[in-house]
């Protein structure tokens, strides 16, 4: 397939700017999302373009909580993996995984009070955006369940529960690398040890090629 080059161009330029720009704003909108290009993996965090890069065994996670979420599943919801969610002016996460309302199927980014449950998966460079800045904004946000999956964990995959207090911010339920089952916000059950396995035979397979 031939390449227009005044696509490619601008492209090209598209690119540039976001190198010479991105990693030193701390002011985008989502009014400037716009001039990115259109297959661009980004989200924006607190008024910063992140440009997220996971690696296999993040995308696999992903899929494996994709098909844990899926039985029990409220009526009217399904989860998805990697969807954007419209927060506010100055933040628009993507999240790995989002259980949202079928309603929403052909929109993007999807307005977050129409997501039940949020899950992120931390990577390297995302464990503060993760586990504090996010709390921040999903919080804020009114979300009332959001869960954060630590593959990295020594002691096996960890599952951190928060779900939004009395005064409106998140209380930390509970944070296990044990098999996971809660009724909220509908019944859910994470073996998280069987994920470890996966994540320790595949880690084999890389230190061994």
């Known amino acids: 397939m031939s390449v227009d080059p005044n696509e490619e161009d601008a492209m090209t330029a598209a690119l540039d700017r976001l190198d010479d720009l991105h990693m030193n704003r701390s002011d985008w909108t989502v009014d400037d999302l716009v001039s990115l290009p259109s297959d661009l993996w980004y989200e ?5 373009l992140i440009l997220p890069s996971p690696v296999p065994f993040h995308q696999l996670l992903g899929v494996e909580l994709v098909l844990a979420l899926r039985p029990g599943c409220p009526k009217g919801y399904t989860p998805v993996p990697d969807l954007s969610l419209k927060v506010d002016r100055f933040s628009e996460p993507r999240p790995d995984v989002v259980v949202v309302a079928k309603s929403e199927y052909k929109r993007s980014p999807v307005p977050v009070d129409k997501a039940l449950l949020v899950v992120e998966i931390i990577s390297p460079d995302s464990r503060f955006r993760d586990m504090h800045s996010k709390t921040k904004i999903y919080a804020a946000a009114g ?6 999956i630590d593959p990295d964990f020594k002691h096996g995959l960890e599952l951190t529960e928060f779900r939004i207090g009395s005064n409106g911010e998140y209380e930390q339920v509970i944070s296990t690398s044990e098999v996971f089952e809660t009724d909220v916000p509908y019944p859910v059950k ?3 040890p069987v994920l470890t396995a996966l994540r320790d035979e595949d880690l084999a397979a890389w230190e061994e090629s």
């Open 190 to 192: 994470i073996d998280l």
């Open 44 to 48: 924006l965090i607190d008024g910063r």
């Open 143 to 148: 979300l009332e369940h959001y869960w954060v």
